[in-house]
């Protein structure tokens, strides 16, 4: 799955793996960016990090 911006003529490198959410447990097997060997018992999958966001969106 490639992104694309809304002028459509961008698209972004999509990194393939086997990871886990922290917060659920859902597998990710893909994602926008290489992520940081030290950091990977920090991922998210998609609906975690979107659902976090808007919490701290809503505490100001």
Not at 10 to 26: D, I, L, Q, S, V
Not at 36 to 50: G, K, M, V, Y
Request: hydrophobic letters at 25%; one cysteine or more.
């Amino acid at each position: 799955m490639a992104f694309q911006n809304r002028y459509g003529d961008f698209e972004r490198k999509m990194y393939k793996g086997e990871w886990k959410c922290a917060k659920c447990g859902t597998a990710i097997t893909e994602l926008p960016f290489n992520p940081d060997p030290s950091r990977i018992d920090q991922l998210q999958c998609r609906d975690c990090h979107r659902q976090s966001r808007a919490t701290e969106r809503n505490r100001y």
